[in-house]
C-alpha cells in the first residue's frame, strides 16, 4: 500500500453499456483526474465485444467478421497494452481511473496491485487464485478468470481489469484469449452458482481502498 496519504476517489456504475460509450467516460475521466480532480472507479458490463490492444493479431480471432456480426460479438481495436480478449455480460469490468503521479510511477507495481485486487477479492469467496509467472493475468488451477490490460495518459490510468463472474464461457471459444493457449473460467463456474455482482462491486470498492489508499466516495 502506498505510503501517500489518503486521496479522494468516486465510483461511477455504468451498468450494461456498449464498450465505445464507456470508452468515451474514461477518456472524460481521465481530462478530469489529469486536472486534478477526484479519481475514478468506473465499474461496467459490456455486450459481447472483442476488444484488440496493441500487441494483438488477427490470426488471434477464430470467427470470420460475419460470423461475428451474426453473432452480435463487436470489435475494437484499443489502446491499451496486451492481446486481444473478450467482455460479455456476467463479467464485471473495472476501469480504475487513478493519479499514479501521487502513487507510484510504475507501471510493474500497478499492474501487480490490480492482481493483488483480484486475488484478494477471489479469497473472499474462497476461491485460491494465483499469477502465472510472466504473464499478466489471475489464474485459478492453470485456468485464467481475470485478465488485466491497462493505459496511460500522464500518468493517469485506464483500461483496467475483467473477472469473469457469471460470463458464458463459450464465446472464449471465438478467440486465443490473450494470445495464450489456455482456458477461461469463472467464479460461477467455481462455485457452481451465480454471484450477485452487487456483491462484487461492494468487496471491491473496500479491496481498491485499502490497495490504493484511496477514500471512496460511493
Known amino acids: 500500500m502506498s505510503?501517500?496519504?489518503?486521496?479522494?476517489?468516486?465510483?461511477?456504475?455504468?451498468?450494461?453499456?456498449?464498450?465505445?460509450?464507456?470508452?468515451?467516460?474514461?477518456?472524460?475521466?481521465?481530462?478530469?483526474?489529469?486536472?486534478?480532480?477526484?479519481?475514478?472507479?468506473?465499474?461496467?458490463?459490456?455486450?459481447?465485444?472483442?476488444?484488440?490492444?496493441?500487441?494483438?493479431?488477427?490470426?488471434?480471432?477464430f470467427a470470420t467478421a460475419d460470423e461475428l456480426n451474426k453473432l452480435g460479438v463487436a470489435v475494437h481495436r484499443i489502446d491499451r497494452g496486451g492481446e486481444v480478449t473478450l467482455h460479455a455480460p456476467g463479467q464485471l469490468v473495472i476501469y480504475p481511473i487513478l493519479n499514479l503521479n501521487t502513487w507510484k510511477k510504475d507501471l510493474h507495481a500497478y499492474l501487480h496491485s490490480l492482481?493483488?485486487?483480484?486475488?484478494?477479492?477471489?479469497?473472499?469467496?474462497?476461491?485460491?487464485?494465483?499469477?502465472?509467472?510472466?504473464?499478466?493475468?489471475?489464474?485459478?488451477q492453470h485456468k485464467k478468470i481475470v485478465s488485466i490490460g491497462v493505459g496511460v495518459k500522464k500518468w493517469i490510468s485506464y483500461h483496467g481489469l475483467?473477472?469473469?463472474?457469471?460470463?458464458?464461457?463459450k464465446l472464449f471459444s471465438l478467440i486465443r484469449p490473450c494470445g495464450l493457449d489456455v482456458s477461461m473460467t469463472s467464479m460461477k463456474e467455481i462455485l457452481g452458482r451465480d454471484i450477485n455482482l452487487k456483491d462484487i462491486k461492494k468487496h471491491l470498492i473496500k479491496i481498491f481502498s485499502k490497495q490504493f489508499d484511496l477514500h471512496i466516495d460511493e
Request: glycine residues 4%.
Open 3 to 61: 505510503t501517500i496519504k489518503q486521496q479522494l476517489c468516486q465510483v461511477k456504475d455504468l451498468g450494461m453499456i456498449d464498450y465505445a460509450d464507456a470508452y468515451q467516460v474514461q477518456m472524460e475521466c481521465v481530462k478530469q483526474v489529469t486536472k486534478d480532480e477526484t479519481q475514478k472507479l468506473i465499474f461496467c458490463e459490456h455486450p459481447a465485444v472483442l476488444t484488440l490492444g496493441r500487441l494483438a493479431v488477427d490470426q488471434h480471432i
Open 115 to 140: 492482481e493483488e485486487v483480484a486475488i484478494d477479492l477471489l479469497k473472499e469467496f474462497d476461491i485460491v487464485a494465483e499469477r502465472n509467472s510472466g504473464k499478466t493475468g489471475v489464474w485459478v
Open 162 to 169: 475483467a473477472i469473469n463472474v457469471n460470463t458464458d464461457l
